[in-house]
């Protein structure tokens, strides 16, 4: 009872099914719900450009600019190709629904496993990050990164399985509050450097410990990439807009591409320009802020709002995953429980799920972004290139009017992000990559054994091409465990004894010459009328063992080649923690014998009596 | 069918019951099996001392002897207490029964809790200064203490599971290993000073950052207290020695006192006279043995034999634990699973729980013995006190010869232990001897209400004083709940059909709009002549709840009074771990079933009815 009002609290009560439906969202409002993820990348793209770079001191950081201006150049490309995902799939066109269509199961599949994995690192990767923002400003917080992560990850664990209906307005505030302040202090900055001009990166950069190579330069881009993690949500949640969908989704898209370009090439210029170097508790964006306005409420702000969206961001996680792994679960190739709408019309499992992994994830990684950002960026690339590939394909074979400039379009989109794809694998494998790279496979090959255990599992129960005969009349006969004499086993005698006259009961003598006194009292009572009493010894005090070969002998023996059934006497205690008082005899005999193959595929009936006590 | 392998292997085949019967042990063996909880105190009792007075610097270690003889006294005064408790209990006087026997249930049951947080205790302690031992020869091994501890105590928890027939024989090896080197490292330091002359202690003493105050050399004097623990082990066990059994074990402990003593107050006054200052990571045995003999093969002999005897010490509350919990569980006070004997002889479940104790102190107290040793003295010296008090009322209520001067020395043996656990409660108390002060009386109040719930439950289920009555020829009624139409299904329907004819089938309808193909299907397959089918919209999507109330509304219309049976199809997967794809909706069922409480203590009958699934 307590339990249930605690959930009621904290998860809210159950809502009907009939209140599935999807509020649609203006733009203003869909740009909040569908473009943290994308915008907030900013905040840890940037730092590991900076963390890539600062190895090869000054001479180093001067590559910063170029390498942002290539990503930007690839969310170029992103962005044209996924306006025409859109078009093409105005339902919502995620990259498992668009790979599987248009290039098979496999590729669909391998889609989809790049796809969760990337959910649950854009949860973990968001919330360490926010941290780490609100950490440089507090530097006391820093050793409590994990914890703090942790703590913000259960929070919007409850909040999503609550149910977050209003998505869209709750959302345009962080949302816009991270606009309006990282715009200003772009716009500030800017004026800051017209007027006393730049600084020269030899003043604050440390000394170069590695030279720059074409490698150093290429890792760096591969984890800078990270910026563009979260580019696709738009198109996957085309029918969530006003109509027409599609239209308002592509304004929509151009509009979030634009703002990120300009949040990430303004805060990258302003970084090189000014030379920023932060400490080692400290990321680039907060040294940027602090900087530019000092330590007082301005900067303050800007760390709040940078903690906001990276929370909102790893929330997109909350919505998204779940989706697909219900999709996928549909299809029979993950757990039957993931598309199960809980109370709350949310899937509960997927957010369950999702929190667990994510958390897992903050755990083994110490709660430090640096050391998860090499798996992230594997993920949404191999998404977005097979995405792309199934794009090519889709327009080949439509064929409807300029379809040659259409694959030619997604065709480069599929090869710039292929080629980023291999770059950030060769680059990032021995940092992490590799486990995202063994795992796709892993995941894959455990959605086709899921599947082949669904479809097994169909052919072994299915009635189809069967007549099912119903025998009647024959008698049944029945075994009632006893370990001592009370109501609970008259209650189970009683129960027995409605069913059949042919009733045993048997007592497992567990303990040495118990048995004699057993038999007395069983007489005493008068119940040798209603069951036969067998003693069978146990020189290892176990119970079920002997029972069990006691059934079998007893089937042996009979000429029905039919199983006995079991009536088990069962006392509940009032409270559940009154259970760590007794055996749970009961339990464990139910299992045994739930477990126990027959010959022939014989089934046994466990019968259970529950005995409840009053206190 | 692995598992059972696994555990085989590990643990051991197991052994009939009549195998039950212990070796007798002469006193060689018997000082190897009883004495090295006593003996290893030394290791930690030498190095709480040093850590109480160091913070005086020289003036505070000038202390040392002085403690240690006020000690050694004590140890005097408990042997001669003892020998008494042996000689009036030949069958084995532990303080639990002694106490309970002469002071009553309450205070039998506060030395039993006193007495179990002691073995806890002595587990953790022995082993935490066992690796703090080896790891001051091996600094590298320094910071894994916490995991060093928790491995030794996985590997001496499996030992005993597999039982320990052998006890005293193996034994041998360690404890007189420890003997011999000690006692050769006291006489070799003893001629070193002979020769040398003794080193003042100012001469490595840190500065003096606390005065030397009383509170100070008492509070040290409760930490050095420790040495003490395990004097009683002997008088537990009398008979487990060759007859005469108490001529013998009064002379075992009479060696074992005295070479307690001698190990005792040789280490401190080396230690003192040779002014040894330890390092930080370093213990003051270890800084003894290293400053006689230097780093070589000697120095590593002591420091292992050190880790041996504290490991077969920390084994003796193996031994102890359990059987004490099955002596409190035989009189009802401890869940009855901690009188269960396991497959080998041994009382599985109290091993299990003392070392998922242990190992919660050495985690939460990170490995670290001098955290844990404040909580330790006090169980110890409660047990003490209650027992020579038990022993006072003994002589007083027997009267015979010489009673009076009999409980004139168990009352000094009272009297100075009280007077002990007095000092150690209140110097130690903000340290940790707080902890066990409220666990005492909780864990006292947990045992009143197991005796309380065990007396409960007799009383409800008791036949005593009724004549039980079988009703016959009243009609069974069954539902089936049905979630698919599949052969699980038609077993589950013929099982019934074979009880009654009055079969009710039910389906609850939590997809909406799926109830229409499941009727058609229903008919399709014939089922509608054995089963009437009844559908329950579900607006929720949730299954149990709409199904009880099914269940409730139908037995209220029934004119039977009675409750309806369930028969529940469930399939159970080839593999356990195939069950993480099924929503386990059966189990939950049979729970809520379980669970349900019915007016005027009706039961519902729960029949499962597997259907086995090949692969």
């Known amino acids: 009872m307590i339990w249930r009002h605690i959930r009621e609290l904290v998860i809210g009560s159950p809502l009907p099914s009939e209140d599935l439906s999807e509020a649609r969202l203006d733009k203003v409002r869909a740009l909040a719900a569908l473009s943290p993820d994308a915008l907030a990348s900013v905040a840890y793209a940037n730092q590991e450009i900076f963390l890539g770079l600062v190895v090869a001191g000054a001479a180093g950081m001067a590559y910063s600019w170029r390498i942002a201006c290539v990503i930007a150049g690839l969310l170029a490309v992103l962005t044209l190709s996924y306006s025409q995902t859109i078009r093409a799939y105005p339902s919502g066109g995620g990259s498992y629904i668009v790979a599987r269509e248009n290039l098979g199961t496999l590729m669909g599949l391998i889609a989809a496993a790049a796809l969760l994995i990337d959910y649950v690192l854009n949860a973990a990767v968001s919330l360490t990050a926010g941290v780490e923002a609100l950490a440089s400003a507090f530097p006391v917080l820093w050793p409590y990164r994990t914890i703090l992560s942790l703590v ?56 170069a410990v590695d030279a720059v190579t074409a490698f150093l330069v290429l890792r760096t881009f591969a984890s800078g990439a990270t910026a563009l993690t979260g580019v696709e949500a738009i198109s996957n949640a085309v029918p969530v807009f006003n109509p027409p969908e599609p239209r308002h989704a592509r304004q929509t898209m151009v509009i979030m591409a634009a703002l990120m370009g300009v949040l990430f090439l ?42 906001l969206v990276l929370i909102v961001a790893a929330n997109t996680s909350f919505t998204g995953f779940p989706r697909v792994a219900a999709v996928i679960a549909h299809d029979e190739f993950l757990p039957r429980q993931l598309k199960l709408l809980g109370d709350r019309l949310v899937f509960t499992n997927g957010i369950l799920l999702l929190s667990f992994l994510a ?30 590939m ?22 480069i989109g599929a090869l710039s992000t292929g080629l980023a794809l291999l770059v950030i694998a060769v680059s990032k494998f021995v940092h992490g990559a590799w486990i995202v790279i063994l795992l796709i496979p892993l995941i894959v090959t455990g959605f086709y054994s899921i599947r082949a255990h669904y479809d097994e599992i169909g052919r072994e129960l299915t009635l189809v091409g069967t007549k099912p005969v119903f025998e009647s009349g024959r008698k049944l006969r029945i075994v009632v465990p006893v370990t001592g004499i009370h109501r609970g086993v008259a209650a189970a005698l009683q129960y027995a004894r409605l069913i ?15 048995s004699g006194d057993f038999k007395k009292n069983w007489q005493q009572y008068g119940l040798d009328k209603v069951a036969v009493l067998d003693i069978v010894p146990s020189p290892y005090r176990s119970f079920i063992g002997p029972l069990l070969d006691y059934l079998d002998r007893l089937d042996n023996e009979a000429d029905d080649g039919q199983l006995a059934s079991i009536v088990i006497p069962e006392f509940i205690p009032a409270k559940w923690w009154h259970n760590l008082l007794h055996n749970q005899t009961a339990w464990r005999l139910k299992l045994a014998l739930m477990y126990r193959r027959h010959r022939m595929g014989k089934t046994r009936a466990i019968i259970d009596i529950p005995f409840h006590l009053k206190r």
């Open 390 to 411: 199934g794009m090519v394909i889709h327009w080949i074979r439509q064929r409807n009017s300029h379809w040659r400039l259409k694959a030619f379009l997604n065709g």
């Open 152 to 207: 913000l990850l259960v929070i919007i664990t409850l909040v999503n399985l609550r149910g977050l209906r209003e998505a869209g307005t709750i959302m345009i505030v962080p949302v816009y509050l991270f606009l309006a302040t990282y715009l200003g202090m772009i716009i500030y900055g800017a004026v800051v450097i017209a007027i006393q001009g730049p600084v020269p990166l030899e003043t604050n950069a440390p000394q």
């Open 266 to 307: 303004g805060t990258i210029g302003l970084t090189q320009l000014l030379a920023i170097m932060p400490g080692s508790e400290e990321t680039i964006l907060s040294a940027l802020a602090r900087r530019l306005f000092g330590p007082g409420p301005i900067y303050l702000l800007i760390q709040i709002a940078t903690l």
């Open 359 to 388: 958390g897992f994830l903050i755990v083994i990684f110490g709660g430090d972004t640096h050391n998860l950002i090499p798996l992230f960026a594997v993920g949404a690339f191999l998404a977005f290139t097979l995405s792309q």
């Open 500 to 514: 059949t006259d042919d009733v045993k009961a048997v007592y497992i003598e567990t303990e040495p010459d118990t």
